[in-house]
């Protein structure tokens, strides 16, 4: 190695140099989107495969109101609009802007998970359970979990909403706010195609009297067909 | 939250357990791995003899079917989540910012994370012992044996959240190092100038991220299956238990190629230091290992071969199997083309990276004998299947273990490992290896189903099972022979000098141990196998290096301070999945732990991104709002005084050590150059031979 001994002082830089100049946070949040489309790709394939197998009602056809969904799709997808808002503010430093974008977002955020529990406690009145067939199995499940994303993001939002208050939040730390967006928007990405897959597509799935060639019978017969 | 924080001040011991507790150095954290991994080793090796002693013997009675049962299910369990993956991971963390030339990983108190969910997730699934409900159902848990009608007790529980607990740590430390890869390699270390164990290293680390979300998701459907009445897996409600198997193997056979890509890595860098050789065809080896990381996805299903997939699928995950070989072949072809006319030093790490080849060319031929499915229904759930993974996974990836650990040992601790108990401990192994699993094959061929319990005498397997178990002993041996070793020379005075080896890698220009700031001056990089080529200029320039990097005052350097809070968050991390173990039945909390966990992980993690830098460091520290989130001393690179290198001499003064075209070294006299396949000129004057 270098022969050289001396080493100059520390003198702090606002981003230390990367080897291909992404900072390593953005990286490290790239990376765990990643890791997360393979969770919800697995639950996703899990309802996919069990579409139409529910045994017992209530089925999707029964219980789906895609127009109520289709408002809180709409919600969803607004915030995502506010959260762009947000950091532009953010970049511009325009404080009172951050923190209303911000709280804006949480808020839509928060209309959208208020429209999930409205909606869970309907289908359960109706006697969709999660152990009632495979179709309230995989439902629960899969836009359970989602709605679990949507709410850790509105805490995320929240708590930057809170630094915020003090003017921490600028375009020197508009990385901060760029992270939670990219997981945002990513939330509300994957909400489009579970919303298109299970209400547009799956929302007037029957049971099995339905016509069994539309579905494949079972994971078995799904791979014998490939 | 700001208050707790400002209360609170960043620990800053470097001696004593708080140290330990508290460290986010990648070396000690290495350590750590590598010592709770070790004594998981042991654990699972234990209850690999209770299996080998109940089966030495027809009729045998020693244990019960149940215990039985437990005892292979967790022997798998530890050996691949909580040894070969933990193993592999201490030696990225130990060996990869060193390798890469940088002062740490990208966050080092994920890192730290990462080791104490580790340690928490495999106290967890070893906690099943206490309450005697290990889990039983086998290392890969087919549905619906794992439904609560036939595991009633809570050994899958504890199964299914360990590996949840597990997995975050997993996922954690991946995510940390492909970023710490990708992005804080020192200048000039392109992708293709990276040693072969940090190509590994990523790749495997690919594989973790994009592969442990599928099993999280297995694991899920499986716990809610067995604590919320769900039908993933019950075929009364619909479900179809072959969605357990094909969830688990989506996740397994990457898992495959996780336990033994680090493992390769580790052997491409032992290979060539003692056959004092570049390894051969480089990009070859990397491209391979990055084929074997893709197609590793699309062979999932030659494990269900048996379940009865349909023809044409069958014969699909057949070929991919098959072709899946290839690249493996081309890897092994060119460590032998790396030995072939190399200046060989059978040093003990030498041994065993030999003796991974040699077994690992055994198991894979086994592995291409049930790519055939229609062999495979004659080998399914029998001992070949036991004889061909331990082949893979302890010939194969615990081999190359042994090698990183004969091969790095000296630059943990400055003390060489004894090489005469060292070799002794090789031997014992690849012999105790040999005569514990090839009869299995014999066995497994004969019909010898794996998982029972016990056997008839008329079924003639006796004399082979004792054989195994004789063999047991002997691996016994060895590695209380290693314990030994480990013993004798952490004792003695440090003797190994900073570069024993005369190796290749960037690790060996620093002092042994490794300062805490690893490189005083961050190294520039020209070629692959940087460390020869300095080597080589300095000997052809007449003053040959035999001495470390020069330390310096560690004041100087600004590294991350220890914390607390990976603990504490890691211990959120426990009581979410623990406490799930306990089933209040109310009405409408019926799990109340986990919220508790939820909370402290929640605590945790707002008190690590509020927290203040170390007091010595504050003065220096230009923005102390940095805090948020941020790792607010992502180290790398204070900026310090690149050596300044006069450009042309590397070409002028080793014309025969360097190939002129792409600029990598070579240690012997070839006419063309391994890595770019240019002709290499004639040397313009002698040199020296180091």
């Known amino acids: ?152 993001g509105i805490v995320w939002l929240l708590a930057l909403a809170w630094i915020a208050r003090k003017g921490r939040l600028g375009p020197k730390t508009a990385l901060d706010v760029e992270l939670a967006g990219l997981y945002w928007h990513f939330v509300d990405i994957v909400w489009i195609v579970i919303f298109t897959l299970i209400y547009l597509i799956g929302g007037f799935d029957t049971g099995p009297a339905g016509d069994p060639s539309l579905v494949p019978h079972s994971i078995t017969g799904f791979l014998g067909l490939i | 939250m700001a208050t707790l924080t400002d209360v609170i001040d960043r620990p800053s011991s470097q001696s004593g357990l708080w140290s330990w507790i508290t460290t986010v150095d990648h070396k000690r954290i290495g350590v750590l ?27 045998n009675t020693l244990v019960d079917p149940d215990t039985f049962n437990q005892m292979f299910t967790m022997h798998g369990t530890t050996m691949i989540f909580l040894v070969i993956m933990p193993l592999s991971a201490s030696f990225f963390n130990f060996v990869i910012p060193l390798a890469i030339g940088a002062r740490d990983v990208a966050f080092p108190r994920l890192n730290a994370f990462s080791y104490w969910v580790f340690l928490f997730g495999g106290l967890l699934l070893n906690a099943s012992f206490l309450t005697n409900q290990a889990p039983d159902a086998g290392w890969f848990s087919y549905a619906n044996l794992t439904e609560k009608p036939f595991s009633a007790n809570q050994g899958l529980d504890y199964w299914a959240l360990g590996l949840q607990v597990l997995g975050v740590s997993s996922l954690a430390a991946a995510f940390n190092f492909v970023v710490t890869i990708v992005n804080m390699r020192a200048p000039g270390m392109s992708l293709m100038r990276m040693p072969l164990f940090v190509w590994m290293t990523l790749v ?16 899920i459907e499986l716990t809610f299956d067995r604590n919320f009445g769900t039908n993933f897996f019950v075929p009364e409600g619909g479900g179809d238990p072959i969605l357990w198997q094909h969830l688990f193997w ?64 069958v014969s699909v995950f057949m070929i991919t ?118 009869p299995m094959h014999y066995l497994g061929l004969n019909g010898m189903p794996r998982r029972i319990y016990t056997y008839a005498s008329e079924f003639g397997w006796d004399g082979l099972n004792m054989l195994a178990s004789l063999g047991y002993l002997v691996l016994l041996a060895g590695t209380l022979l290693f314990i030994v070793n480990l013993m004798i020379s952490l004792r003695k005075e440090p003797d190994a000098g900073h570069d024993p080896w005369d190796a290749p890698g960037l690790e060996w220009s620093i002092a042994s141990p490794p300062p805490t700031y690893n490189f005083a001056t961050i190294p520039q990089v020209e070629g692959l196998d940087q460390y020869w080529i300095e080597k080589r200029r300095a000997e052809a320039e007449g003053h040959p290096i035999t001495e470390p990097e020069a330390p310096v005052d560690p004041s100087t350097i600004h590294m991350p301070s220890p914390s607390y809070w990976p603990l504490v968050t890691a211990i959120g991390v426990l009581i979410l999945g623990g406490g799930m173990l306990v089933d209040t039945g109310w009405d409408y909390i019926r799990f109340p732990i986990p ?65 002129s075209n792409c600029g990598n070294q070579l240690s012997t006299n070839f006419r063309f150059c391994p890595y770019c396949g240019g002709a290499v000129e004639n040397p313009a004057e002698p040199h020296q031979e180091g």
């Open chain 2, 204 to 219: 495997t680390s690919i594989l973790l991220v994009l592969a442990f979300p599928v099993i999280t998701v297995g694991l």
């Open chain 2, 595 to 659: 919220f508790i966990g939820g909370l402290i992980c929640f605590i945790g993690i707002v008190a690590w991104a509020n927290e203040p830098p170390a007091k010595e460091h504050a003065g220096d520290d230009h923005h102390p709002e940095a805090g948020h989130g941020a790792e607010p001393h992502a180290m790398v690179a204070a900026p310090v005084a690149v050596a300044e290198r006069p450009a042309g001499a590397a070409a002028a003064h080793s014309v025969r050590l360097i190939c």
């Open chain 1, 1 to 152: 190695m270098a022969h050289q001994m001396e080493v100059s002082h520390h003198a702090p830089e606002e981003e230390h140099p990367t080897s291909t100049g992404i900072n390593n946070r953005k990286l490290l949040m790239w990376v765990f989107l990643s890791s997360d489309c393979l969770f919800f790709g697995s639950l996703i394939a899990t309802y996919m495969v069990y579409r139409g197998q529910s045994l017992v009602g209530p089925y999707p056809v029964d219980i789906i109101d895609v127009p109520i969904t289709t408002i809180s799709t709409f919600v969803l997808l607004c915030s995502s609009f506010a959260m762009v808002r947000a950091l532009a503010a953010t970049n511009e430093d325009r404080q009172g802007g951050i923190i209303f974008w911000l709280l804006m977002t949480a808020f839509l955020g928060s209309i959208f998970i208020g429209f999930q529990v409205y909606e869970f406690n309907l289908f359960r009145e109706e006697g969709l359970r999660i152990d009632t067939n495979l179709f309230g199995t995989t439902f629960f499940t899969l836009t359970g979990f989602h709605g679990a994303h949507v709410t850790l």
């Open chain 2, 321 to 438: 199997t098959m072709l899946i070989a290839v690249p493996t072949g081309v890897k092994i072809f060119n460590w032998i083309g790396t030995l072939w006319g190399g200046q060989i030093d059978l040093k003990t790490a030498m041994l065993f990276a030999l003796g991974f080849v040699a077994l690992f060319i055994v198991g894979g031929l086994s592995g291409v004998s049930h790519a055939v499915a229609p062999s495979d229904n004659q080998q399914q759930d029998t001992y070949y299947i036991v004889a061909h993974i331990h082949y893979v996974l302890f010939g194969g990836a615990l081999f190359g273990i042994f090698a990183g650990v004969y091969y790095w040992f000296p630059k943990l601790t400055g003390k060489l490992l004894h090489e005469g108990i060292g070799k002794l401990h090789f031997w014992l192994y690849f012999i105790g290896m040999n005569i514990t699993f090839f």
């Open chain 2, 250 to 313: 989506v996740f397994g056979h990457p898992e495959v190629y996780i336990l033994i890509l680090p493992a390769m890595g580790i052997v491409s860098e032992v290979l060539p230091t003692f056959s004092r050789k570049p390894l051969f065809g480089y990009p070859v080896v990397v491209f391979s290992g990055v084929v074997i990381g893709i197609m590793g996805w699309a062979v999932w299903s030659h494990h269900m071969f048996t379940v009865g997939l349909g023809p044409v699928a």
């Open chain 2, 33 to 59: 791995y590598g010592v709770t991994a070790f004594i998981f080793l042991l654990l699972g090796g234990l209850e690999a003899g209770v299996i080998r002693l109940q089966l030495a013997v027809p009729d």
